[in-house]
């Protein structure tokens, strides 16, 4: 058996270090990668899909969000029932159980002939993701020693960084080549892969853990679910129940009596779904913070540019998603780098790096125009993912750091439960504002449709010569000049809502360079000196 087993590692993990040896813990770190992949890669295969859904469906913006929106917050509450069934069934279990409902969600989507079957489909899809993707850190916890935890942790991010990388040209190539219905199995291959090393690799439930017959805060869960989906349904239907409702009302007043219910009720439960004691660690809730920005940073991001590339610029959906290759590249590079540093250097440092470069390409990217070329483009969608790369890595280990090692299997859980909870607010969010703001500048930029405007007749004049110099008579020329007329006035409104968009993630990016002059200075876990042969 190898000498540098963590501390940490239970008996389960013991024996299959004793049957594997040293080479286990790195097995076991592709097969969590392989499964992660395909799991986060269903996460954004779906975003260059959208229009396509859109169009089959007759979506607005509000009903399309939820596309993403109920994955990210299907996996958000499965998060919270990590620990449980780690404790009573064990990693295997929970993991070949994880990927056998993200394999039928996936076919489930496949054969979708409603908007309701969708959203349930990628709900399952999200259930998938939420119970792998913390047990992943808790193993990564248990199997690595301290100094090569940031390693480990760096490399593992490759799978949820080569998601945004490769995931948008995988589903623009799968609804190119067939329809938008590929997507949803376009990742199962890799699911069927991880289900095969599972019982191989996983451990299996740990004595002593299944001693304790730990039970689930079933109350919890049921409190915080209502409390998420009553909130992200509030947001979504305002533009079209109205925000001063009564629907729009009662939802928002549900949502935050039921997330008040679930912190009293978190405080008093012996065994509770989200551990109020971790957030008692000043290091983690301030780190914690940074994650959640993190979390609406990459979702949201990955959300609006393949939109914006396909409805604006009229990408195909597999350029809008070729187009996200080498920022994502730039993340598998930069995710090992800030991982191995975070073992060595002052986090904050790290952390502030990283804000400052998504903040600046948030800035840079709400100047876009319907005419941007596509390399300022991509070194923009490139100088964001380098920031996330400096983000995620170095936060996840402080926050994970800051907490005794009887807390760590619900500190892993909360650190991925908010980086999905900001994901699901901040697409829902941005989705909403996107629809607003489309509606606002389209309505201002027609009040200056009308007669009295010189420019417009002078326009319209042009416009309609050219259409009679293609062959068209002078009647319908004149009149298809209107419609041109009313296009570009449509796109323009388009891009200045974009605009308004990563504007407005720009400033929240700023802003969270503040919650660094909350974080108190981590401290760095010194790395083993090696034996002196001396002695």
């Known amino acids: 058996m190898p ?3 963590p501390p940490l590692a239970n008996q389960a993990v013991k024996d299959r270090f004793a049957q594997f040896g040293s080479i286990y813990r790195w ?27 859109i169009g089959a469906f007759g979506l607005g913006q509000d009903q399309a969000q939820w596309m993403s929106t ?17 404790s009573n069934y064990g990693p295997r279990a929970t993991y070949v159980f994880g990927m056998l409902v993200f394999i039928a969600g996936s076919l489930l989507g496949a054969v979708s002939g409603t908007l309701e079957m969708l959203i349930v489909s990628r709900a399952m899809q999200g259930i998938a993701a939420g119970l792998l993707q913390p047990m992943s850190m808790f193993l990564i916890f248990q199997t690595f020693p ?9 490399i593992f991010s490759i799978g949820v960084v080569l ?3 490769f995931g948008p040209a995988l589903g623009g190539i799968a609804v190119d080549l067939s329809s938008w219905r590929l997507v949803f199995v376009a990742t199962v291959p890799l699911a069927l892969v991880a289900l095969a090393a599972a019982p191989v690799l996983m451990p299996n439930v740990d004595p002593e853990l299944k001693a304790q017959k730990r039970p689930l805060d079933w109350q919890g869960l049921i409190l915080i679910s209502i409390g998420i989906i009553s909130l992200l349904s509030g947001f979504a239907g305002g533009n079209r129940d109205g925000w001063d409702s009564d629907i729009s009302l009662l939802k928002f007043s549900i949502g935050t009596l039921a997330l008040v219910a679930f912190f009293f009720w ?101 100047h876009v125009t319907q005419f941007t070329p596509y390399w300022p483009l991509v070194y ?76 417009l007749a002078y326009t319209h004049a042009l416009v309609a010569r050219e259409l009679e110099a293609s062959g068209m008579s002078p009647l319908p020329a004149f009149q298809a000049a209107f419609g041109e007329l009313g296009r570009q006035v449509s796109v323009e409104a388009s891009v200045l809502a974009f605009r308004d968009c990563f504007f407005v993630i720009a400033v929240w990016f700023a802003l969270v360079m503040f919650v660094l002059l909350l974080m108190p200075k981590p401290k760095l876990q010194a790395r083993p000196s090696a034996p002196n042969p001396q002695k």
């Open 70 to 86: 109920a994955f990210l917050a299907a996996s958000t509450l499965a998060m919270l029932a990590n620990a449980w069934a780690i």
């Open 266 to 366: 978190e405080r008093q439960h012996a065994f509770p779904a989200l551990n109020p004691a971790i957030f008692k660690y000043r290091q983690f809730w301030s780190t914690g913070l940074i994650i959640a920005a993190t979390g609406l940073a990459i979702y949201g991001s990955t959300y609006l540019i393949p939109l914006f590339v396909q409805l604006v610029q009229h990408y195909s959906p597999t350029a809008a998603g070729i187009m996200m290759i080498p920022a994502g590249l730039a993340m598998v590079i930069g995710f090992p780098i800030a991982g191995r540093l975070s073992d060595r250097v002052d986090p904050r440092f790290l952390l502030g790096f990283g804000i400052i470069c998504f903040a600046l390409s948030a800035y840079l990217l709400s």
């Open 380 to 455: 923009w969608i490139i100088l964001s993912r380098v920031g996330i790369s400096f983000c995620m890595p170095p936060a996840n280990t402080t926050a994970v750091r800051a907490v005794p090692p009887h807390l760590l299997a619900s500190a892993t859980g909360g650190a991925s439960f908010l980086m999905q909870v900001g994901g699901a607010f901040g697409v829902n969010l941005l989705a909403i504002l996107l629809q607003r703001r489309l509606l606002f500048h389209g309505e201002h930029l027609s009040s200056a449709l009308n007669e009295s405007n010189s420019e």
């Open 27 to 53: 097995l076991l770190l592709f097969s969590m990668l392989v499964g992660s992949m395909s799991t986060l890669l269903a996460a954004t295969t779906i975003n260059v899909a959208l229009p396509a859904i």
């Open 163 to 165: 998601a945004p990388a």
């Open 146 to 154: 301290d100094h090569q935890r940031g390693t480990a942790i760096g």
């Open 3 to 5: 000498d540098d087993i």
